[in-house]
């Protein structure tokens, strides 16, 4: 299936609220298909906060359609494998070798990981260079859903065709579209995030571990961590994954490294290692949101993507892929129409194709931290056998780790965004259409 997009006819005047990776995305897919693009950002200045990002070929195969400048792929790093330690003493319960090249030849795209900053900066550059406007330093407080009018803290508005709600976790668009305020809800978990520098890390095996792209799970009871390379190894990228403390209303704080170090006291030594190296950190609650009953409006001029609708656990390092892959959607399909009559459709097939795929990955993160964060008991010891029992062998599902599991991982990792739209434009051609079409 040809990876091409098609640019449409007439020129739409398309907002989308947040530069993001979800707002970037569907900025650089909307602008191939021929539309004018005007980002507005509540940032100042780009700099996606955070560290490292996992990317899967599910959006790599997206990324790489794009053209993003050479660079962002040499300052990625591909794991070679993916490991699964018991929390304790580090024994390995599963290890998926040759993962970079297992990618490659399963998903005809690669797993890298990269700094955020790297990958949002490249995606804006592409946006720019298509012509997209940003509007930086730019909040968005209300919106009128009649005019596809939105309304800014400066005092300024602006107005378009169509407004695409790119503005995460926190959306100021999902308050106006309900008319009332609606805070995502914790999720239980909070998240410790750390960046290591190779100079950090004294010489020896843990700074071999770093120059050697891989991807290492630790998992324990009521938690988990996650360690990989980044910027070609570079660099060491940790999360720590363990019981929500703060208090209600936080989302993020300062941590305190002794706090987090008490916490992984009796974890495997080489993890503790790396967590003696860190002298700052920050706490980042893990939040979560109800699914939306739509992700379109009524009068089919405003849409939802990315963590506005399906925020989810980083347990599958998901949530910006699959983000990426809702602005490519939204994009591709934007290409196909021939008048403005053709909105309504374009928009109901991209939350047929996308809410129930974002909605699932969103439960599957949840059973990836059932399946990681098990108690110390007999649970945990049948699941350590089913790891053990397929150790340096062909893995078989249902398999505890997703990351690897052939059934979790094809339909994650297999997904093509491009063939998704072909697919569904061919079944259901564009045509004139009615709201009452898509009930
Ligand atoms: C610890 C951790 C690790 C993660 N690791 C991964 C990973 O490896 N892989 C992965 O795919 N995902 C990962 N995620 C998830 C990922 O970070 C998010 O799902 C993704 O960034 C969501 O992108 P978004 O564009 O929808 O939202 P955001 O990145 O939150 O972007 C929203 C943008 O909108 C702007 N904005 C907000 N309000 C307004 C307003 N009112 N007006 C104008 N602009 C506004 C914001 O400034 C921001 O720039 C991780 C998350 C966490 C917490």
């Not at 040809?2 to 990776?21: E, K, R, Y």
């Not at 009796?266 to 190296?277: E, G, I, T």
């Not at 129930?356 to 949840?366: D, K, P």
Request: glycine residues 8%; contains cysteine; proline residues 5%.
């Amino acid at each position: 299936m040809a990876q091409t997009q098609q640019a449409s006819p007439i020129c739409l005047d398309i907002i989308v609220v947040g530069a993001g990776l979800s707002g970037l995305a569907a900025s650089i897919s909307c602008a191939l298909s021929g539309h004018r693009v005007t980002i507005v950002e509540s940032a100042k200045e780009l700099l996606e906060i955070g560290a490292g990002l996992q990317v899967t070929p599910n959006s790599s195969r997206l990324l790489q359609a794009w053209d993003l400048h050479g660079q962002l792929w040499e300052s990625g790093a591909e794991p070679s494998c993916l490991t699964v330690h018991r929390y304790s003493d580090g024994k390995v319960l599963a290890h998926d070798a040759d993962f970079d090249q297992k990618m490659r030849t399963r998903y005809g795209a690669p797993f890298v990981d990269f700094h955020r900053v790297d990958v949002q900066l490249a995606l804006a550059a592409r946006a720019r260079e298509l012509g997209v406007t940003f509007r930086m330093g730019q909040k968005v407080e209300d919106v009128d859903f009649e005019s596809a009018t939105v309304h800014l803290s400066s005092g300024a508005s602006a107005t378009g065709d169509l407004i695409i709600a790119a503005d995460g976790l926190w959306s100021r668009c999902r308050d106006c579209f309900f008319g009332r305020k609606d805070p995502p809800k914790p999720t239980g978990d909070l998240a410790y995030r750390i960046v290591l520098d190779l100079d950090q890390i004294p010489e020896g095996e843990l700074r071999e571990r770093v120059a050697s792209p891989a991807v290492h799970f630790w998992i324990g009871p009521g938690g988990h961590a996650v360690g990989y390379s980044l910027r070609g190894g570079s660099m060491y990228n940790i999360v720590l994954l363990v019981p929500d403390d703060l208090p209600e209303g936080v989302s993020k704080q300062p941590g305190s490294v002794e706090e987090m170090r008490a916490l992984f006291a009796d974890w495997d030594p080489v993890l503790r290692q790396y967590l003696d190296l860190v002298d700052s950190v920050d706490k980042w609650k893990l939040m979560h949101r109800d699914e939306l009953p739509r992700w379109v409006n009524d009068k089919s001029n405003f849409v939802f993507i990315g963590d506005a609708c399906h925020p989810m656990l980083p347990y599958l390092a998901q949530g910006a892929n699959s983000a990426i892959e809702d602005g490519a959607v939204l994009g591709l399909l934007l290409g196909y129409i021939q008048k403005k009559e053709h909105i309504p459709q374009a928009l109901h097939m991209y939350e047929r194709l996308r809410k129930t795929r974002g909605e699932a990955i969103v439960r599957e993160t949840f059973a990836q931290r059932k399946a990681f964060h098990m108690q110390d008991g007999p649970e945990q010891v049948s699941r350590d056998e089913l790891f053990l029992s397929q150790l340096g062998s062909e893995l078989q599902a249902p398999y505890p780790s997703r990351w690897s599991c052939p059934d979790v991982q094809k339909w994650l990792y297999g997904y093509n965004a491009f063939k998704e739209v072909q697919e569904a434009v061919q079944q259901d051609p564009f045509r004139e259409w009615s709201f009452s079409a898509s009930l």
